[in-house]
């Protein structure tokens, strides 16, 4: 079994930043692709970024292009999501997801899934 727990959730004003953490526990992470999602109250949960074992690949939504950079620490078993310039329209609940078939596609395929951690972004 695998465990995801985000952190690093917060309020803050746009044009500010933040870092979210998941951290991972259970089984061998060795070879997994590890992703960030968002889900925003009313709307259906969506991509935002994706990276593989090596950490040499991502995969970015277009809207985040640019201003979010997702990375990992295989020693920490830690995958991370710097989101600068956040917006108001980024203000959602933000979840971890990890898999084990591989980064591609990017968007689909995830087998684990943290609680999930708010971020809230004020105009």
């Known amino acids: 079994q695998v465990q995801l727990v985000e952190s690093g959730g917060g309020s803050v004003q746009a044009g500010g930043s933040l870092r979210l953490s998941c951290a991972a526990s259970g089984r061998s992470f060795s070879s997994t692709a590890l992703a960030w999602f968002r889900q925003a109250p009313g709307k259906e949960r969506e991509f935002v970024a994706a990276i593989n074992w090596y950490g040499g690949t991502t995969y970015y939504t277009d809207s985040v292009k640019g201003r979010f950079t997702i990375s990992r620490d295989n020693a920490k078993v830690t995958v991370y999501l710097q989101m600068n310039s956040l917006k108001p329209e980024d203000t959602a609940v933000y979840y971890c997801?990890?898999?084990?078939?591989?980064?591609?596609?990017?968007?689909?395929?995830?087998?684990?899934w943290g609680q999930g951690t708010q971020v809230t972004v004020s105009s």
């Open positions: 997801a990890a898999k084990y078939s591989g980064l591609v596609p990017p968007a689909a395929g995830y087998e684990y």
